[in-house]
């Protein structure tokens, strides 16, 4: 633990959390515009890349940006701006930040930017529509490791003292890492629904696991670690993302593949986007407990290893 905090004066520099944090809270719009474009069937309303029309994409005109155009070409906007900020990251951390591993978690939250918009960049060139499902899927792994980079560049991480163990962290950590692991697969299920209108019953099948596992890990958390605000806050707030998601994920169903409910077309675009956003969120949630669980349940071990050393040197 001492060799996270370090003696470097760099370590207690607070850009590289600052910067972070910006990263995590510029992509999650992203995520909302891009599954906007998905939507709208919008992600072919620029034929061309990375060019716009033949205009350089920073200089396209903005009386143009209409329809499905404003749409793509927005999101190719924001998502230059999330690479810039990638690189504003990956250089903050290589010059403030003494934990070496971290440095190099930059460099791979920067080289994971670039694919992606390589990725994106082919699905328009190569007209795959496999690649625009791949897209999405590493678009929601980017924002997990965006939050992971917020959290592990955090000063409460860091301080060793204001952090108590948790009983039984073991466990916990399992059960949170499961928790993560299915919500990214149901994102992913989530994404090949959105492209192709197929697998409905997976996606339908990862919510009930996901639904499971989220009530036991509030279970779990309000019984060993109440008075844990590390995990409580993260607890509770994927409790409330989840019983979101369930309202919007089952209006959206309705309204799109049953004729139970009659909702404009462009209500049902709102609610299934705002349906990714949240999925988003809740993936968010699930990583930061999975992180703090971990770093508790490392904390239980030293202590306790602690605690046997003082009594075999008081006999």
């Given at each position: 633990m001492k060799a996270e905090s370090g003696g470097n004066s760099a370590s207690n520099s607070p850009w590289p959390?600052?910067?972070?944090?910006?990263?995590?809270?510029?992509?999650l719009p992203l995520l909302f515009i891009g599954g906007l474009v998905t939507s709208l069937g919008a992600g072919l309303a620029v034929p061309d890349w990375p060019t716009t029309f033949g205009y350089n994409m920073f200089l396209y005109p903005w009386s143009k940006m209409v329809g499905g155009i404003f749409y793509e070409h927005s999101h190719r906007l924001v998502a230059s701006c999330v690479g810039l900020l990638t690189i504003v990251l990956a250089l903050t951390l290589w010059l403030k930040e003494p934990r070496r591993w971290l440095r190099w978690m930059g460099l791979a939250a920067l080289a994971l930017?670039?694919?992606?918009?390589?990725?994106?960049?082919?699905?328009?060139?190569?007209?795959?529509?496999?690649?625009?499902?791949?897209?999405?899927?590493?678009?929601?792994?980017?924002?997990?490791?965006?939050?992971?980079?917020?959290?592990?560049t955090s000063a409460q991480w860091r301080d060793e003292v204001g952090n108590p163990p948790v009983n039984d962290g073991g466990r916990l950590l399992r059960l949170c890492a499961v928790t993560t692991g299915l919500i990214y697969l149901q994102a992913i299920f989530g994404a090949v629904l959105r492209h192709t209108g197929e697998r409905v019953d997976a996606h339908l099948a990862f919510a009930a696991l996901v639904t499971l596992n989220v009530v036991l890990v509030l279970l779990r958390?309000?019984?060993?670690?109440?008075?844990?605000?590390?995990?409580?806050?993260?607890?509770?707030?994927l409790g409330i993302l989840l019983l979101l998601q369930l309202a919007l994920g089952t209006v959206s169903y309705l309204g799109k593949f049953t004729m139970a409910l009659r909702i404009p077309s462009e209500a049902i675009i709102a609610l299934?986007?705002?349906?990714?956003?949240?999925?988003?969120l809740m993936l968010a949630a699930s990583v930061i407990l999975t992180l703090w669980s971990f770093r508790l349940s490392r904390r239980t071990e030293t202590v306790s290893r602690?605690?046997?050393l003082s009594e075999q040197y008081s006999v």
């Open positions: 959390h600052r910067v972070a944090v910006a990263l995590a809270c510029a992509t930017v670039i694919f992606q918009g390589v990725l994106g960049g082919l699905r328009v060139v190569l007209l795959q529509q496999t690649l625009a499902i791949v897209h999405a899927a590493f678009a929601q792994a980017f924002f997990a490791l965006t939050v992971c980079l917020a959290v592990f958390v309000t019984r060993s670690a109440a008075s844990q605000q590390t995990l409580m806050r993260p607890a509770s707030a299934t986007t705002l349906h990714l956003v949240t999925g988003a602690r605690d046997v």
